[in-house]
């Protein structure tokens, strides 16, 4: 369950880099943002915090870089002044975290 919780957050994630990148910008650079932001996050998440990923980071790097590209997600929400879905967003995402601790998923 834990797992999957973390999967709806790296989709939220994308979700809210994509609205962050279409509200900020105008015309065809919101356009451009809001393709390129969660382009760059699929293409980081994918190759180093994957579990299927090239060049995985060991547990001690991965956990510190995960966590900082869903708090980028989470003020990318605050930054557009979505405030209720920044703090469900991180509420799921300390729940997240305190599962994975507990039921020793971050080397899975």
Known sequence: MNLALKFVLELAALSAFAFWGAETGSG??????????????VLLWGRFAAPRAPQRLSVVF???FE???LGLACLALVGIGATAPAIAFACALVINVAGA????????
């Open 28 to 41: 065809v650079w919101a356009a451009l943002l809001a393709v390129a932001l969660p382009g760059a996050f």
């Open 101 to 108: 601790f507990t039921l020793r998923q971050w080397s899975a």
């Open 67 to 69: 966590l900082a590209l």
């Open 62 to 64: 991965r956990v510190p």
